[in-house]
């Protein structure tokens, strides 16, 4: 059976810097196409960044590029987002989801996910203040 399970969230000044872990268990195949999802306070989960082709490819929503970074460990099943320049609006659970069913599509992921759908993790908070 496959976990998710993120850690790394807190509370930092904008600015600042976090780093998100997420560990993987289970299944090797879901290191095939693999993401951060971040869902703030009354809006909807929103697609942050994605990573694939065993890490050699990633993608980023435009309101995270250039600030986040998306990588991974596969000996260690391990998925990591770097967050630098944090602003109040990344306010938000982040959540990691792996969905074998974009490993030949995975940019669409970001898209057109299902969060009923695949692999999702319980989430971790992160709080960005003025």
């Known amino acids: 059976q496959v976990q998710l399970v993120e850690s790394g969230g807190g509370s930092v000044q904008a600015g600042g810097s976090l780093r998100l872990s997420c560990a993987a268990s289970?299944?090797?195949?879901?290191?095939?196409?693999m993401a951060w999802f971040r869902q703030a306070p009354g809006k909807d989960l929103e697609g942050v960044a994605i990573?694939?082709?065993?890490?050699?490819?990633?993608y980023y929503a435009d309101s995270v590029k250039g600030r986040f970074t998306i990588s991974q460990d596969n000996p260690k099943n391990m998925l990591y987002l770097q967050m630098n320049s944090l602003k109040p609006e990344d306010t938000a659970m982040y959540y990691c989801?792996?969905?074998?069913?974009?490993?030949?599509?995975?940019?669409?992921?970001?898209?057109?996910?299902?969060?009923?759908?695949?692999?999702w993790g319980q989430g971790t908070q992160v709080t960005v203040s003025s």
């Open positions: 989801a792996a969905d074998p069913r974009f490993r030949a599509s995975c940019p669409d992921f970001l898209r057109f996910y299902d969060s009923g759908v695949g692999y």
């Open positions: 990573i694939y082709t065993g890490g050699a490819l990633t």
């Open positions: 289970g299944a090797t195949y879901i290191r095939s196409c």
